[in-house]
């Protein structure tokens, strides 16, 4: 018995533990968030034109696309082990980089700098399916708000590596990939220690035990936004300001340990209360226990003997069925990667996240050249309302979509149906370029790429089940690499160029609002479909949401029934 309650301290407080530094992980993860913070410095350097960087960052992107490698690894390696692959794919990739910008070697030729982007890219993709796959099998009855807090922290991992830096270095790009290399690297040695599979929640207590905890995440990560948010506003920052806003950042972030702390304290002392009162109930009660047993003894034998003529017609039933749901499994049970590919479903939402997701990194991977060419020299402020923001729609979103499951039975596509066609007016509004309209924008862009990011995780899980949820969500992340090239390599490149003069020196420049008008409005096109789609597959799903939500529903009244 003293094993037994041991082993159930050390696994609540180590699962909490483990998502705690799942969500460090996270917070460094985002590096392929940030190619605008040096991508000037890269283009002025290897003299690229504009067609050219882009591609450079769709390399960068392209890296995600043998993330199939990890979602193949996630079914056959432990989490350890996928952590330091990506570490170490990423301390090699932005490594290389930082040598090139620093100017410690000569700029390398062009596809071997496409390589070593590709390299860092392909890095968070070991990072994020380590993370994801293991804390959603963790928390497999709260997926939205795993979803959310994890992708969240992404989001703001723009925010902190680019606060930091113009905190510590003052914006210098070298000094930037050095800590895109090192920092992310150091961190996973220390997810690889703590982060592992434990049971899920099995009971409606530890389910609402797990909700009040991810509460607190919510109300931390929230801080660390607005903290992040509030110090970018601050207007050229003395050197003891900026020294003290990096101390409390790294508070902030540590501040999750509480968790972990509190959980060990909580089930330690239940678990004392729980062996006493044992303890108690043997001594007071040995008498009876015994009685009782013989008398179970004796009439076990009869039962055993009826219930099994009862039971094994059903026994041959269940096989029967178990065995017809393994040949054609539908849509909310486990499916394999081909599976789960011959469906229609999978498709509508492989493409309406390509019409978010992929819109979305055009913005991102362009914002430097999109702010130059709107008159702001300085476009820092827009890569952070877009991270900031970015966090708060999958933060948001996660859980509202968690809530309104159980709830209603509110299908969780339909909320990304919402973001798609918010993020078409975004895109209205920076194409008519107003004053401020950037500031606006970037703001709705950061939302709803948030909200398609978090959102169609455990939609995805849903919808095909958990047993090859990996593999299928680095399919899904495929996008990120087609959209890029699609959006951003091929139409935002061709267009700014089609646009743009040659500038003393090689490559060119564009100003003005015509350089991207065109470009936001096809984007915004795109965002309608992609609504479209959601729609579609918000009504296709409906039965299977409200299955769900049937079922968490009994589970409650089962418990309730079970307290009275």
């Not at 990423?90 to 070697?105: A, H, N």
């Not at 680019?162 to 510590?168: E, R």
């Not at 990304?416 to 194409?431: E, H």
Request: proline content about 4%.
């Amino acid at each position: 018995m003293g094993f037994h309650q041991t082993s159930s301290i050390s696994f609540s407080a180590t699962k909490w533990l483990g998502f705690v530094t799942a969500v460090w992980v996270q917070a460094i993860s985002g590096n392929n968030y940030t190619f605008s913070n040096y991508s000037d410095a890269l283009k002025s350097l290897m003299n690229l034109t504009q067609l050219e960087l882009n591609n450079l960052s769709v390399a960068k992107d392209v890296g995600k696309a043998f993330g199939l490698l990890a979602g193949l690894a996630s079914d056959r390696l432990p989490t350890p082990v996928i952590l330091l692959i990506g570490s170490i794919e990423g301390l090699i990739g932005y490594g290389t980089q930082w040598l090139v910008v620093s100017g410690r070697i000569q700029p390398l030729p062009y596809w071997q700098m496409c390589i070593f982007l590709c390299l860092g890219g392909n890095s968070t993709t070991w990072m994020n399916t380590a993370v994801l796959v293991t804390c959603i099998r963790n928390f497999r009855r709260n997926r939205g708000p795993v979803s959310g807090i994890l992708k969240g922290y992404v989001g703001l991992s723009t925010a902190i590596f680019t606060d930091l830096c113009a905190a510590l270095f003052a914006d210098d790009p070298a000094k930037f990939l050095i800590m895109l290399s090192v920092i992310p690297f150091a961190v996973c040695l220390t997810a690889i220690v703590f982060l592992r599979e434990t049971p899920p929640a099995a009971t409606i207590e530890e389910e609402k035990e797990e909700s009040k905890y991810f509460n607190i995440f919510n109300a931390v990560a929230v801080i660390v936004a607005v903290y992040l948010m509030a110090y970018g506003f601050i207007p050229n920052p003395s050197h003891a300001i900026s020294l003290a806003f990096s101390v409390i950042l790294l508070v902030l972030l540590a501040s999750p340990l509480a968790a972990p702390v509190h959980a060990f304290i909580k089930s330690w002392t239940l678990n004392r209360f729980k062996n006493q009162a044992d303890v108690e109930r043997q001594i007071q009660e040995p008498l009876l226990i015994e009685k009782k047993t013989q008398e179970e003894i004796q009439e076990k034998p009869a039962e055993e003997s009826a219930s099994a003529v009862v039971e094994q017609p059903h026994a041959l039933e269940e096989e029967k069925a178990a065995v017809e749901v393994k040949r054609r499994p539908v849509i909310g049970e486990d499916h394999t990667l081909f599976e789960a590919m011959w469906t229609v479903d999978f498709w509508i939402l492989f493409l309406s996240f390509l019409c978010g997701v992929g819109t979305g990194l055009a913005v991102m991977n362009n914002m430097g050249q999109i702010g130059l060419a709107l008159g702001y020299a300085d476009v820092s402020l827009f890569i952070s309302l877009t991270s900031i923001w970015g966090f708060f729609g999958r933060i948001v979103s996660g859980s509202v979509s968690e809530y309104y499951i159980k709830k209603a039975g509110i299908p969780r596509p339909l909320w990304n149906a919402a973001s798609q066609i918010l993020m078409a007016v975004g895109y209205i509004l920076m194409a008519v370029a107003l004053p401020g309209s950037l500031y606006v924008g970037s703001i709705v862009v950061g939302i709803c790429y948030g909200v398609r990011l978090a959102v169609s995780v455990p939609t995805a899980s849903e919808l095909f089940g958990l047993k090859y949820f990996g593999l299928i969500y680095n399919i899904l992340i495929l996008n990120l690499p087609l959209g890029s090239f699609l959006f951003s390599g091929l139409l935002a490149g061709f267009l700014y160029d089609a646009e743009a003069t040659p500038a003393p020196g090689g490559g060119n420049t564009c100003v003005g609002a015509h350089c991207y008008r065109l470009v936001f409005i096809i984007m915004a096109i795109a965002c309608v479909i992609g609504f479209g789609l959601d729609v579609l597959l918000g009504i296709r799903t409906k039965k299977i949401y409200n299955r769900i939500y049937m079922s968490r529903r009994s589970k409650k009244l089962a418990a309730a029934s079970n307290l009275q």
